[in-house]
């Protein structure tokens, strides 16, 4: 009897598996519309998890089983256009947006990978469309605004970034380059203002507390300017324009000490950096160290051969250090390059201006 049972159970377990076996094979296929939605979700699934190439791989199949699907073409493009693949991306955006030009969202991926194909003009449009379509939508705006900022329009772009912020007033970016706009513009309190929103909504945000202390710089406001390097320079200490630019505060504050610490610190950071080598030479001459002025503006020249002022303040270095023949050729040579002073110092140290 032990046996038997043992047999019995053996066939009912054998006759179910022949059973499962059956049904699986009479399971009927999904209808292509379906099949292409069940596709498309795992292709949206892929992509949220940045497995691109997977993901195109679904959308490929979901476009194959229906070739009108406006939201797989839509999808398909953003993948390629994290792939980098942007003229296959564009090509995508060309079919959902043909399948449905209502649609904001195709016209702004198309933008990005047009930006990002150096079509500055086309992106521009694109992102103009966008902006129609859907007119609270904050980025379409913003970065048509850059756009318009690079090419120096600077009223459109300062038109488009209002646009932005009043579709969303948190956008720090927008408050941030609408300062950069009104710098542009020469509205400085309007810039400072700016600056300082973008930070009181994105207080990491470092390049408007750097442009907020330039803006203070050129609208006189020393003491501004230094308290916003300062905050800057406490929080990121690798950066050679910002110890520069606070350098040349200092100097026209009257510190050059100060200013040669920080035109020296810029230096350690980018050697190449002829810029610094210059303005440290301007606060040497200040200091009445004329050897370190000459030695420094002879190494800007040696990184920038047409840099007319490390030419007049060698110059003055050289006059300084009694060698009225160098000092001439060096004046004569920044006024070559378009300093007009440069003929002036010649002409008051008796050596004439440059036939």
């Not at 953003?78 to 043909?98: F, G, H, N, S, W």
């Not at 090419?151 to 969303?168: R, S, V």
């Not at 009694?322 to 001439?328: H, K, L, T, V, Y």
């Amino acid at each position: 009897m032990n046996q038997t049972y043992i047999l019995t159970i053996g066939l009912l377990l054998t006759t179910a598996a022949a059973q499962a076996q059956v049904d699986t094979v009479r399971a009927s296929t999904l209808p292509p519309a379906q099949q292409a939605e069940k596709l498309y979700n795992s292709g949206v699934a892929k992509f949220n998890q940045k497995s691109y190439r997977a993901a195109l791989q679904d959308f490929d199949k979901a476009l194959a089983a229906k070739p009108d699907f406006a939201k797989a073409y839509y999808n398909r493009a953003a993948v390629r256009y994290e792939l980098k693949e942007y003229p296959t991306a564009v090509q995508d955006y060309d079919q959902a947006i043909k399948l449905d030009p209502n649609t904001f969202t195709s016209y702004f991926g198309r933008a990005q990978a047009r930006e990002a194909l150096k079509q500055p003009a086309e992106a521009e449009q694109d992102y103009g469309k966008a902006a129609e379509l859907k007119a609270d939508y904050a980025p379409a705006w913003y970065y048509r605004g850059a756009l318009r900022f690079e090419k120096a329009d600077y009223q459109a772009a300062k038109a488009d970034f209002d646009a932005a912020i009043k579709a969303d007033p948190t956008y720090a970016y927008a408050w941030h380059d609408r300062g950069s706009a009104q710098r542009q513009l020469n509205n400085l309190p309007a810039a400072i203002q700016d600056y300082t929103q973008a930070l009181k909504l994105q207080p990491e945000l470092l390049p408007a507390l750097l442009n907020r202390a330039a803006t203070r710089r050129r609208a006189g406001d020393l003491k501004g300017a230094l308290q916003d390097y300062n905050d800057y320079l406490r929080q990121k200490q690798d950066n050679a324009l910002a110890y520069t630019n606070r350098g040349a505060a200092r100097y026209e504050q009257g510190d050059y000490k100060g200013a040669v610490d920080d035109f020296t610190k810029a230096i350690e950071l980018d050697a190449q950096y002829a810029f610094a080598w210059n303005n440290r030479a301007a606060a040497y001459l200040k200091l009445e160290d004329y050897k370190k002025a000459e030695t420094d503006a002879s190494k800007a020249i040696g990184l920038n051969a047409q840099y007319a002022e490390a030419y007049l303040n060698r110059g003055h270095a050289r006059e300084m250090l009694r060698n009225p023949d160098a000092a001439c050729q060096d004046w004569r040579k920044a006024a070559e390059l378009g300093l007009e002073v440069g003929n002036t110092h010649a002409a008051n140290s008796g050596c004439g201006t440059a036939e």
